[in-house]
Structure formats: structure tokens, C-alpha cells
């Protein structure tokens, strides 16, 4: 197919986008609306950017992309673009024939209608707010509300029964939003292509990478490195384990060998699941069981609850995803 037969194409389906339309760029995942389309160029504008808010994207730099595309077996990797330029895959992606795999980290020619960069509305059906049977929502509703309950920034006020509840739910609400953490950042990985931020109304994440060190067997090592001239004894040192199986066929004391300094902490020792479920279930049954101007105030208490609860689970990174 011939360029200037698709570009016509894509300009035709961009004259027929809704007005207000919003597209998502591949790789940045900044929306932006088309607001002029002319015979050489689209014009865009970023909905959430305080600068460079207006782009001009020229015809012959989609004719550019479109070559490529077509020469490497009707695929491009999105990695390959350059600064800046992923608004073009997003708008290309609104021709039948071309579509952005982001899992793949691609923008694919097909033979049959694809889908687009196009950011859907939210369905009423999918707006309606819903309880998720997970640990941690709960917890964090929990500490929400025994929070509201204490004056936490003078802790000496605080009697000890509300203090070991604030811990525990502390301590609760850390270890799951961690797991949770980390689940997301599992599926996060899949579809972060490059080392460019990705933003979020709450912050940016990137994919980026670590080394871990394990050295080889001990004598493998040893034999490397008496090869190049490097003495056993420089590289040789006390092993904590076999120091531990010494002490325990001899009379010695472990202070006779360790450095020993004792520090003392609070560890969460029980849960009571039923006490916080209670008060769980006491929550939702005073709204639940409240009319007038009274469940009112209520709700706006809990929607303000609901907004604490999303800046406690909300997490930024900027270098470990």
C-alpha cells in the first residue's frame, strides 16, 4: 500500500475523531487530543503539560515511521523512536491497519481492523467504587480511622493499648502494601520498554536494573586468582558460619570472638482478626444504618477516608521498580 493512499486514510479517520478525543503516547503514557489536522501535518496538545503543550507532527516524519514499519516485516520497536516522537505510533495506531503492542514494545502492520491508542472513557458500570478483598484495604481503613481517632504527632499522650493498636496496624498495613508492591511492579516490568519515565497522576516509575554478586566456588576462586599472582592470605577471611561451628565443640563464649552489642525494639507479637474485623464491619454498618444530613456528613467523612487511603498505597520510584 502506498503511503500517500494510507496517509489519506489517517487523515480521514482523524477528521471523524469526537472532538475532546483522548489518545495515550506508548511510551510516556502522556495524553493529548488532536486539535487541527491539516494535509502536511496534525496538531497536538498535551492535556498534562504545563510546557511544550502544543506539537506540530509533520507528514513526512509519519511517512518516515510508515517506512519502517513496512521495511522490517510490517513491525518497529518503540524503543527504536526517537525523543519524544511516540505521539506518532499513537496517532498512526488510528489508521484500521496499524496498532501499538505495548507488551511486545511494538507498532504492528496488520491485514484486518486493529485496535487503538485511544483512551477510553470509564464505563458507569466501571466507575461505581467496590470493596477489593484484599488485606490490606482493610487495614488501611483500619489505621485510617484509629489515626483520625489519636493525635499521633505528641505519641507521649497516647495510652498504650491505642499505641500497640496503631503498631500493629502499622506493621499490617506495611507488610501488605509491600507485597502488593511488589506484585505490581512484576506486571509494571512486562510493559516499561526503556529507561523513560513512565508517569501516573501520582508520580513516575522506569524500568532499570541491579547486579547481584555470587562468587564462584571458594577454590575455583582461589586457583583464579593465585594465577595472576594474588596471594591466598589477601583474600582469605574468618567464615561467621564455620566461627559458629567452632564455638559449639569448644568452651569458648561467643563473646571471646564476636563484638556483642545488644539493642532492644517492639516486635508485633498477635493479631486479633476478629477485634479488627469488628470494627471493620462497625464502619460500613454506621453508614449503612445513618439518614438524613448525618449519613451525609458520614460519607463525606469516609470519601475523604477513601482519598487517605489511596495517598497511603500510592508508591513513587524513580530508580527500582
Known amino acids: 500500500m502506498a503511503f500517500d493512499v494510507s496517509w489519506h486514510t489517517l487523515l480521514e479517520e482523524l477528521d471523524d475523531l469526537p472532538e475532546e478525543t483522548t489518545l495515550l503516547t506508548p511510551l510516556s503514557h502522556d495524553q493529548f487530543c488532536v486539535t487541527e489536522v491539516q494535509e502536511q501535518r496534525v496538531i497536538i496538545e498535551f492535556l498534562d503539560r504545563e510546557i511544550d503543550e502544543t506539537r506540530s507532527l509533520q507528514r513526512d516524519q509519519f511517512e518516515t515511521l510508515y517506512r519502517r514499519i513496512t521495511d522490517e516485516s510490517g513491525e518497529f520497536e518503540l524503543d527504536r523512536l526517537p525523543p519524544d516522537a511516540d505521539p506518532y505510533p499513537a496517532v498512526l495506531s488510528l489508521h484500521p491497519r496499524f496498532e501499538v503492542d505495548e507488551d511486545q514494545g511494538l507498532i504492528i502492520e496488520r491485514d484486518t481492523s486493529t485496535e487503538t491508542q485511544l483512551l477510553e472513557e470509564p464505563s458507569e458500570e466501571s466507575s461505581q467504587r467496590t470493596e477489593p478483598d484484599i488485606d490490606i484495604y482493610a487495614d488501611v481503613l483500619l489505621l485510617a480511622d484509629i489515626l483520625e481517632r489519636y493525635d499521633v504527632t505528641n505519641l507521649e499522650e497516647i495510652e498504650t493499648d491505642a499505641l500497640v493498636n496503631i503498631y500493629t496496624l502499622l506493621s ?56 595472576v599472582g594474588i596471594d591466598r592470605d589477601r583474600i582469605t577471611s574468618v567464615d561467621h558460619a564455620k566461627v559458629d561451628e567452632a564455638l559449639e565443640v569448644t568452651g569458648l563464649a561467643e563473646s571471646d ?61 524513580g530508580s527500582e521498580v
Open 172 to 227: 499490617d498495613v506495611q507488610r501488605n502494601a509491600n507485597d502488593l508492591r511488589q506484585d505490581v511492579g512484576d506486571v509494571l516490568l512486562h510493559r516499561l520498554h526503556h529507561d523513560q519515565p513512565v508517569s501516573g497522576p501520582y508520580g513516575s516509575v522506569q524500568r532499570t536494573s541491579r547486579r547481584n554478586r555470587e562468587l564462584k566456588d571458594e577454590d575455583d576462586v582461589i586457583e583464579t586468582l593465585e594465577a
Open 257 to 317: 570472638v564476636y563484638e556483642i552489642e545488644e539493642s532492644e525494639y517492639v516486635r508485633k507479637a498477635d493479631v486479633d482478626e476478629a477485634v479488627k474485623e469488628s470494627r471493620l464491619q462497625g464502619l460500613k454498618n454506621q453508614l449503612a444504618a445513618t439518614e438524613g444530613d448525618e449519613a451525609e456528613e458520614l460519607r463525606e467523612e469516609i470519601k475523604e477516608l477513601e482519598e487517605r487511603i489511596e495517598e497511603l498505597t500510592s508508591f513513587q520510584t
